[in-house]
């Protein structure tokens, strides 16, 4: 079985701060990888992926995660966060192969202060 | 733009009535799946369909919950009888089996609340 941890359960940053989403996940086999963001009253939105290949990906709203197998981590990062990041971010786990079923994290409260 | 729908967005109900929320897949989608988001336990997995077939529903309570698809464009979950418990967000996803680059499409959700 697999599963995500999500060390934060809530991060408060300044304005155009750098912040990093840290995410850890156990799986005995390969996985790919997500991060979803959820805005307040909505669904969740497809933020990055990793599949295969560069283990660093970019994803939309200036946001960019590295895999590093090693660590099996998968941590969130985005340079210089906006007020309208503010948001719950999940980090989530799929195994490869036949089993599409995402195993998610607990959620990162992101809070963007001015 | 393709969306995944959901209805009611809300609905309150008392304990013991049923409750049906529906979902409309993004078409061409063969994959469809229900969640339960609670504080206390975040998201939960309930059903998992494909190609309107049920592949997994172990994360259901089977004595109140069913969940079916009765055509590509739909699928249901019901709770009968709703208890106070229940009260959550359930949202619908789907995705395409054998493309993980594509992931999986959330809904904007149902929020439940079982007095």
């Known amino acids: 079985a697999q599963s995500v941890t999500q060390l934060d359960s809530q991060v408060p940053v300044f304005e155009e701060a750098p912040v990093e989403l840290r995410c850890n996940y156990s799986s005995s086999v390969s996985v790919y990888l997500f991060w979803y963001v959820q805005y307040p009253n909505q669904g969740l939105q497809l933020l990055l992926k990793?599949?295969?290949?560069?283990?660093l990906v970019k994803g939309i709203n200036g946001f960019e995660a590295e895999f590093n197998k090693s660590q099996t981590s998968f941590h969130l990062r985005k340079p210089s966060v906006h007020i309208s990041d503010t948001a719950e971010y999940f980090c989530a786990v799929r195994v490869r192969g036949s089993n599409y079923k995402l195993t998610f994290g607990k959620g990162t409260l992101l809070t963007v202060n001015p | 733009d393709a969306r995944v729908t959901q209805t009611p967005r809300h609905k309150v109900t008392e304990m013991g009535q049923e409750v049906t929320m529906r979902c409309q897949p993004i078409l061409g989608h063969n994959t469809v799946f229900w969640y339960r988001q609670t504080m206390m336990q975040g998201l939960e997995l309930l059903a998992y369909?494909?190609?309107?077939?049920?592949?997994?529903d172990s994360g259901m309570p089977k004595d109140r919950f069913s969940a079916e698809m009765p055509d590509a464009t739909l699928a249901t979950l019901k709770i009968q009888p709703s208890e106070p418990r229940d009260s959550a967000v359930y949202f619908c996803?789907?995705?395409?089996?054998?493309?993980?680059?594509?992931?999986?499409?959330f809904g904007p959700g149902t929020r439940l609340t079982v007095l």
């Open positions: 990793y599949l295969s290949g560069s283990t």
């Open positions: 996803a789907s995705g395409l089996e054998g493309i993980p680059q594509i992931g999986q499409y």
């Open positions: 369909f494909r190609n309107r077939a049920p592949l997994d």
